[in-house]
C-alpha cells in the first residue's frame, strides 16, 4: 500500500511556471509506475504524464508535450511534474497516481482505471 501526498500548486500568470511535488509513503515506492492527471470543473479527469520505474521511460499528454515534464526521485520517495509556459487552460486539480500495474506505451499508462492509488490532489489556476 501506498499514500500520496501532492504538494506544489497555487495561482500563476500565464507562461509562468510551477513545480509540482508528490510524496509517497511505504518502502517499494521504487516499484511503482507513477502518473499525474488532471481534472477542470466539468470536465473529465485526464491524463497528464507518467514515468516507469527508470526515468528513462516517459510519457507526456500532446496537451503538454515541450512544456511539462515528469521526473522521479526514489531515494526521496517523491514524482514531480515540472509545468512550464502555463496557459489558462492547464488550469485544474491535479492528482498525482501509483500502480504495480504493467503494461506497454501511452495508451496504458492514459487510463486512469490502471492506477491502484491516488493522492488527494493539488489545484493549479493559471491567470490570463
Known amino acids: 500500500q501506498v499514500q500520496l501526498v501532492e504538494s506544489g500548486g497555487g495561482l500563476v500568470q500565464a507562461g509562468g511556471s510551477l513545480r509540482l511535488s508528490c510524496a509517497a509513503s511505504?518502502?517499494?515506492?521504487?516499484?511503482?509506475?507513477l502518473g499525474w492527471f488532471r481534472q477542470a470543473p466539468g470536465k473529465e479527469r485526464e491524463f497528464v504524464a507518467a514515468i516507469r520505474l527508470s526515468s528513462l521511460n516517459t510519457y507526456n499528454a500532446e496537451s503538454v508535450k515541450g512544456r511539462f515534464t515528469i521526473s522521479r526521485d526514489n531515494a526521496l520517495n517523491t514524482v514531480y511534474l515540472q509545468m512550464n509556459s502555463l496557459k489558462v487552460d492547464d488550469t485544474a486539480i491535479y492528482y498525482c497516481?501509483?500502480?504495480?500495474?504493467?503494461?506497454?506505451?501511452?495508451?496504458?499508462?492514459?487510463?486512469?482505471?490502471?492506477?491502484?492509488?491516488w493522492g488527494q490532489g493539488t489545484q493549479v489556476t493559471v491567470s490570463s
Open positions: 497516481a501509483a500502480t504495480t500495474n504493467r503494461g506497454y506505451g501511452i495508451s496504458y499508462y492514459s487510463d486512469r482505471g490502471v492506477y491502484d492509488y
Open positions: 511505504g518502502r517499494t515506492f521504487s516499484s511503482y509506475v
